[in-house]
T-cell receptor, first 113, second 117 residues
Framework: EDKVVQSPLSLVVHEGDTVTLNCSYE??????LLWYKQEKKAPTFLFMLTSSGIEKKSGRLSSILDKKELFSILNITATQTGDSAIYLC?????????????FGQGTILTVHP | GAVVSQHPSWVICKSGTSVKIECRSL??????MFWYRQFPKQSLMLMAT?????????EQGVEKDKFLINHASLTLSTLTVTSAHPEDSSFYICSARDGTGSQNIQYFGAGTRLSVL
């Protein structure tokens, strides 16, 4: 059974801090790993990673994938209160599971002013 | 681009009634849509995969007769919660996968909060 584990489950920081969110996975026929940010409603897409060692970056957010060690990290630098959200990691597999995403439990990030 | 609209955003109903939730891809064709359920402060739990023109594939433990899914067109999937009961109260979210692209990115609707009295 495919499995995605995120850590920490929750994190409280102050504005300006840098945070690192972790995601490890065990998936048959791995295709890609995706990061989403969920505030009050719909998860919004952040990154999709398919290759090891290639950093994806968007503003203060960056992410990288290690397919050998089966994990990914999401970094947020100079955090702001608007970064407070649930960050979801999901893995897409191929084969008969093609198209389905397996989600981790999420990391609840709270950024205090 | 890649906008998914979900309606209604919130619905309150009496126990025993049925509720229909719509999920539309507004600017792309979605051959596959997904329906999730999310409990407070928990992750998304996949309920079923909806393929245009064919029967939905339900995850283990999800009652297909209770959660009816229809995907009649490339831009619309519906989830009907039949004979709803208080334990069905939850946040339901749909997503759509762009069928024209090779990337498997799912774009999510804003979710529907269902409260069954």
């Amino acid at each position: 059974e495919d499995k995605v584990v995120q850590s920490p489950l929750s994190l409280v920081v102050h504005e300006g801090d840098t945070v690192t969110l972790n995601c490890s996975y065990e998936v048959t026929n791995f295709r890609s790993l995706l990061w989403y940010k969920q505030e009050k409603k719909a998860p919004t897409f952040l990154f999709m990673l398919t290759s090891s060692g290639i950093e994806k970056k968007s503003g203060r957010l960056s992410s990288i994938l290690d397919k050998k060690e089966l994990f990914s990290i999401l970094n947020i630098t100079a955090t702001q209160t608007g970064d407070s959200a649930i960050y979801l990691c999901a893995v897409s597999a191929g084969g008969t599971s093609y198209g389905k995403l397996t989600f981790g439990q999420g990391t609840i990030l709270t950024v205090h002013p | 681009g890649a906008v998914v609209s979900q309606h209604p955003s919130w619905v309150i109903c009496k126990s025993g009634t049925s509720v229909k939730i719509e999920c539309r891809s507004l600017d792309f064709q979605a051959t596959t849509m997904f329906w999730y359920r999310q409990f407070p402060k928990q992750s998304l739990m996949l309920m079923a995969t909806s393929n245009e023109g064919s029967k939905a594939t339900y995850e283990q433990g999800v009652e297909k007769d209770k959660f009816l899914i229809n995907h009649a067109s490339l831009t619309l999937s519906t989830l009907t919660v039949t004979s709803a009961h208080p334990e069905d109260s939850s946040f339901y979210i749909c997503s759509a996968r762009d069928g024209t692209g090779s990337q498997n990115i799912q774009y999510f609707g804003a979710g529907t909060r269902l409260s069954v009295l």
